[in-house]
């Protein structure tokens, strides 16, 4: 077989490939901020409370993985599906006839929840190895709780999450289970499109091109994520030796 990169050119000419590819990474965008916008909050209070709630908050988060991901979405079926309790809620809200069931909007949702462990657990880690009285020093410095928190406590908490938005982002770029339960054929992501190309079109070439479009920007990301953490690391181990050379 004669190597060519005609079906690499053709994903940026498919209109239905550009259109997959485009909801993919808008899914998978809003999925990462929806999970950071839950975890960081969600990651800072397990930080801020006694051993025995912070324990508990930990098995709250841990609790998905002991769960079958079917299991999962099974359960967010019956939640969002025609009748379920979402629906009812909407209408007796006075919302109308609001059904997320086979809609990007309910894909979404659930991938946030299925994916939230991995963007917590990062940012718990990080944010736990941050010392707090350098916010007691900032305050006492004459900051404000805000300024404190923005020029202090955000930046000890970078690393954490550029992990976890990395993490989260990549695995919704592959994800499969979720779309393909909750979701509907006309409004496929990037890894249904590979099963249909594999497994109906038998369109392996095409698919092979595909697989390694999403293999080369999630390594890209690593990478980028990697520059970013050796940065901090960097910017750590000289304000380190500083403190230790000053007297």
Do not use: C, E
Not at 71 to 92: E, H, K, M, T
């Amino acid at each position: 077989m004669d190597f060519t990169l005609d079906h690499y050119k053709s994903l940026f000419t498919d209109g239905v490939t550009l259109t997959v590819l485009g909801r993919t990474a808008g899914t998978a965008v809003i999925v990462t901020v929806v999970t950071f916008l839950i975890g960081y909050p969600y990651a800072y209070l397990m930080t801020r409370v006694g051993p025995r709630l912070r324990g508990v908050l930990l098995v709250i988060v841990l609790v998905p993985f002991w769960t079958s991901v079917m299991a999962r979405n099974f359960a967010w079926i019956v939640l969002l599906q025609r009748g379920g309790p979402v629906q009812s809620l909407f209408d007796a809200l006075g919302a109308g006839d609001v059904v997320f069931y086979g809609t990007v909007v309910g894909v979404t949702v659930a991938m946030s929840q299925v994916l939230l462990p991995f963007m917590v657990l990062p940012l718990f880690s990080t944010l736990s190895s941050i010392d707090r009285k350098l916010l007691l020093a900032a305050r006492g410095l004459g900051s404000s709780p805000i300024a404190a928190f923005w020029k202090v406590y955000w930046p000890l908490s970078r690393g954490g999450v550029v992990s976890g938005l990395i993490l989260v982002f990549t695995l919704s770029l592959g994800f499969y289970v979720t779309p393909a339960l909750l979701g509907s054929p006309q409004q496929s992501l990037i890894a249904q499109l590979l099963a249909q190309r594999t497994t109906q079109i038998l369109d392996f070439a095409g698919a092979s091109a595909l697989g390694m479009l999403v293999l080369v920007v999630t390594l890209v990301l690593v990478v980028w994520a990697n520059r970013i953490g050796g940065t901090i690391s960097a910017i750590g181990v000289v304000a380190t030796s500083k403190a230790k050379d000053t007297p």
